[in-house]
């Protein structure tokens, strides 16, 4: 075992989901040495659709432009025309209706919210992942490797993680990638800890990509091609265009009041059961003739997802030592805003930017044997890490609750008033789209300068903060 003092960082992530591999372009586009460890022989994704908002795609560009690259290469515009894309969220009343009139009063238009040029488009997952693997070097990633178990043999060594093939790895640093069961988030927070698990929000999706032209016969082209969201008492429908418009991609959520076991909160577990389009008929019956037509265009059958999140445990630290959590490992959030995925992307500017100061540091302190090692440096990151990122990804996490039951009618501050929830829609939308992301940055940057603090003059870091820190903890 080679002991470790200075020298170039070398990262582990667990997990090649979108986080996983977006983290990984960033380091690598610093030049910091990464290997992804993925439990599965391939990069998969479901035929469902993603879509990235504002926030999210600024992080991408920031962590490697050819993220960016990966989304506009499969991105679906909403609306027809091919010069334009229409740029609005709409959201519809889906539930009141009046029979003698249903062309008139069906669906109506209860409001759009602007969501920034392109502010909204379509993702087919599968498609997006496979564009994003383009970027990821071969070398960079091993399959079949799933996690059990990181072993800490002091400060001066590496992090051993070991696998359930039986092999291991060595690692400065692990950010646990690996999704809403993250067991990097049990070593963090410890197997008996419910915060160690998300939790079921007796909410469940049903989900389908339909061939667009069904949808356009059904329901002429201005719905098929354009984001809708329609609302009602208690259930919501989303729905907008991906794969170039081929597909027509179709999420109904509905409560649901029975519990839901996590299943194997170390592996797999079943977080999908089968359902038929009669069950997603049965939750929405009453509804408008609009609603009532794209539950008949959903196949007989489909799965029906549990949405599990982690409000009610949410996790008190991302970090320990040299390991930390990124992504729904963290933060696992209900979809109803679209941000999931978004906001583990800002995970990744800030694990990123974080570990090329980290990495600086170490160069600099080569120079300068005993002023910085590795798992001072990689500690300090993540120390600042955790100050940073938690606030805005539990926001996130409460929001996405609160904004469910606006779009389903029950929040106690709005109920059924539209210009109320409008309100609320576009205030929280607002803050999680133009999140201040210099202002992130600033504050990574001077927290890291606040232990680390550059002398310019010497062109040499001036090690102060790090037995500080190392004292308090
Ligand atoms: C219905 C629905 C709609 C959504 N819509 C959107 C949307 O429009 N926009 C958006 O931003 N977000 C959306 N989200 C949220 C988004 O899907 C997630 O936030 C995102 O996919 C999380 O990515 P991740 O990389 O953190 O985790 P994951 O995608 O879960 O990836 C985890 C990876 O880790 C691997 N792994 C797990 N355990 C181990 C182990 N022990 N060892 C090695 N590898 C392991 C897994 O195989 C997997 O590849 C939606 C979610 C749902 C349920």
Redesign the pocket.
Known sequence: MAARTTGQLQVAI????????ITALGLLKRNIPVKV????ST???IG??????AN?LKCMALVDPDVVNAVNAIATKNGQDDAESNDNLRYHDGYNWDPNDPEGSDDKLLGLLYTGYKGFQGCH?AAFLDELVKYVPSHAVEFR????ECEDRGRNERLLLH?SDGTSAEADLVIG???????IRQLILGPENPASYPHFTHKV?Y?ALIPMEQVEAALGPFKAYNQHMHTGPRAHMLHFPVAGGKLFNL?AFVVEPEDWPLGDPN?VGNMTRPATRADVAAAFKGWGPTVTKLVELLPETLDK?A?FDCYDYPAPTFVRGRVCV????AH??A?HH???????VEDALALCTLLEHAANTLALSSQDPGAADAAGVVEAALQIYDQVRPPRSEWLVTSSREVCDIYEWVHPETGEDWEKCLAQIRMRSNRLWYFDIEGMLKELRDGWESRFPVDASVAKMTIVGYHKVEEEM
């Open positions: 667990v997990g090649g989901g979108i986080v996983g591999l460890y993925e439990q599965a990069f998969r994704e469902a659709g993603v879509a990235f908002t999210a997952r490797k799933r996690y059990v696998f990638c690996d999704g809403i069961k993250s067991k999706a989900r999420v592996g997802w949405i990124a992504g729904d490992a696992a959030a979809p679209g941000a999931g995925a978004g906001i583990g």
